[in-house]
């Protein structure tokens, strides 16, 4: 079965800072999707960033970006520039490639990031 | 296009009573996926329904089930409550199930059972 960890249940930010969360993961899959959710107080969760497992290129979004190491199954999210508004509880997700586990989403316990003015 | 709505927001039931919990995905999207968010558990999946049938589920008991309408709607039933099954449930939907797609989230239903 498919685990998602984050060990970092709350980190702190100085406004316009970097940050980064980490996520490690255990699969035997060879193919998979790994996913950044934000969840504000307000308790939308909102997607921020998606890396497909067979691309070696981490991707971006913005002030977003992951440092993807498949070898290691460890799966970074680094916020640049870091706003008030980037204060949420950030969850790590895993889902299988493929058709029968598509839908199943495997979360990390969170996040929760404090961005300090 | 509307987001991913959830009704109702708020719920207060009584322990051994039944719930109905609604999620209207977003148009033209056919997968919606439940999740069960709880402070000591997490985020856990529920089941994924896609046009109509469902496709996958996650460890919980049969109290815990679920439909899907023609519109793509989708229901969420738990029978007998338990204090435990307060939480915050939430949907999420997509558009295609089987190949890469991302999942939308609503707003959250919070259940709480006294």
């Known amino acids: 079965a498919q685990t998602v960890t984050q060990s970092q249940p709350e980190m702190s930010v100085q406004e316009a800072e970097t940050v980064t969360l980490s996520c490690t993961y255990d699969t035997s899959e060879s193919d998979y999707y790994l996913f950044w959710y934000k969840q504000p107080p307000s308790r939308q969760m909102i997607l921020v960033i998606r890396q497909e497992a067979y691309k070696q290129q981490n991707a971006t979004e913005n002030r977003f970006s992951v440092n993807f190491q498949k070898a290691a199954k460890s799966f970074s999210l680094k916020i640049s520039d870091s706003q008030l508004g980037d204060a949420a509880m950030y969850f790590c997700?895993?889902?299988?490639?493929?058709?029968?586990?598509?839908?199943?989403?495997?979360f990390g316990q969170g996040t929760t990031l404090q961005v300090k003015p | 296009k509307a987001g991913v709505t959830q009704t109702p927001r708020y719920l207060i039931k009584t322990r051994g009573q039944q719930v109905t919990l609604s999620c209207s995905p977003i148009?033209?999207?056919?997968?919606v996926s439940w999740y069960q968010q709880t402070p000591g558990q997490g985020l856990q999946f529920l089941f994924e329904y896609f046009s109509e049938t469902q496709r996958n589920k996650g460890n919980f008991p049969g109290r815990f089930s679920g439909r899907q309408f023609s519109n793509s709607r989708s229901e969420m039933n738990v029978s007998t409550l338990e204090l435990g099954d307060s939480a915050l449930y939430l949907c999420?939907?997509?558009?295609?199930?089987?190949?890469?797609?991302?999942?939308?989230f609503g707003p959250g239903t919070r259940l709480t059972v006294t």
């Open positions: 148009s033209g999207h056919r997968s």
């Open positions: 997700a895993y889902r299988s490639y493929g058709s029968g586990n598509t839908g199943k989403l495997i």
């Open positions: 999420a939907s997509s558009f295609v199930s089987g190949i890469a797609y991302e999942q939308y």
